[in-house]
């Protein structure tokens, strides 16, 4: 990976050197143009962690989120039902779905949110660490000390959720909890000063990723599957990844 960030970045120095007014407008051009502008906030070795960790962030978290959309969606074939029929109805079968279609689909992002409720990508949030001495809920955490974030299992604590182990995306129709870190309950972004720096381009890629799928296939499981049994053990980790890849079989679309 490290060959494949070195190579981009000695592209575009030498596309930068050839002709000093081209830009590509991207955050490589940002930083690059900040190194040129003041050589002593970045370097050449600074810049490549830097587009790197947006390359690790952003896209295992995308794509572990949208698989697990369509597994649980192939587990609830109802909910995929519904979600198909919102788009037939609002986009139709003769073009592909764009951005600003996004709004005007209410159940599929409901689908998104309660995706992310039970498969949080980053179940543990980024580790933090406490400035000062403080005090949360009785428990004194020293000055220095790592803090981890539970919201795996604040996701699926019956005390802020009803059925919490059930797939139930209507649980956000009509509601006003969003995943921006304005309600404490949910946050798959995180909140605060750190939250997802990503989440506006996250959430546009999850849900065109999504409803692309959907609109453009029909799905099925390999035979022999009944959607009751599909594999959804989880890989614990940093990221909260399928155990077991979903397998699933996209057939031509029909609408009726
Ligand atoms: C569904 C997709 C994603 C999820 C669920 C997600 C989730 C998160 C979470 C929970 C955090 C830690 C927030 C905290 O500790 O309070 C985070 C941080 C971060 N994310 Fe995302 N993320 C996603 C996609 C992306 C994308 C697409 C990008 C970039 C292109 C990105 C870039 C980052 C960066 C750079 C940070 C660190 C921010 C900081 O520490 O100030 N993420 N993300």
């Not at 940002?30 to 690790?56: C, G, M, T, Y």
Request: aromatic fraction near 8%; charged fraction near 25%.
């Amino acid at each position: 990976m490290h060959q494949i960030f070195d190579d981009m970045i000695d592209k575009r120095m030498k596309a930068r050197a050839l002709d000093s007014t081209t830009r590509n407008g991207d955050f490589l051009d940002v930083l690059l143009d900040q190194w040129e502008e003041n050589r002593s906030i970045l370097n050449r070795e600074a810049i490549k962690p830097l587009i790197q960790n947006l390359f690790i962030a952003g896209s295992e978290t995308s794509a572990t989120t949208t698989e697990w959309a369509m597994a649980e969606l192939l587990r609830n074939p109802q909910v995929m039902q519904k979600a198909k029929k919102e788009l037939l109805e609002v986009i139709g079968s003769e073009r592909t779905v764009k951005e600003s279609d996004i709004d005007e689909l209410p159940y599929l992002q409901a689908v998104v949110k309660e995706t992310l409720r039970l498969h949080p990508a980053a179940p543990l949030l980024l580790p933090y660490k406490a400035r000062n001495d403080v005090e949360i809920c009785g428990y004194t955490i020293p000055k220095g000390a790592h803090a981890l974030v539970n919201i795996w299992a604040m996701n699926r604590d019956p005390k802020y959720w009803n059925q919490p182990l059930t797939f139930a995306p209507e649980r956000f129709i009509g509601s006003k909890i969003d995943y921006k870190g304005g309600s404490f309950k949910f946050i798959p972004f995180g909140a605060g000063r750190r939250l997802c720096l990503g989440l506006p381009l996250a959430t546009r890629m999850v849900h065109l990723m999504l409803a692309s799928m959907i609109l453009s296939f029909d799905w099925k499981l390999p035979q022999g599957t009944n959607p009751e049994d599909l594999d959804m053990q989880e890989h614990f980790g940093m990221t909260l990844k399928k155990a077991v890849p979903l397998y699933a079989i996209p057939v031509m679309k029909t609408f009726d």
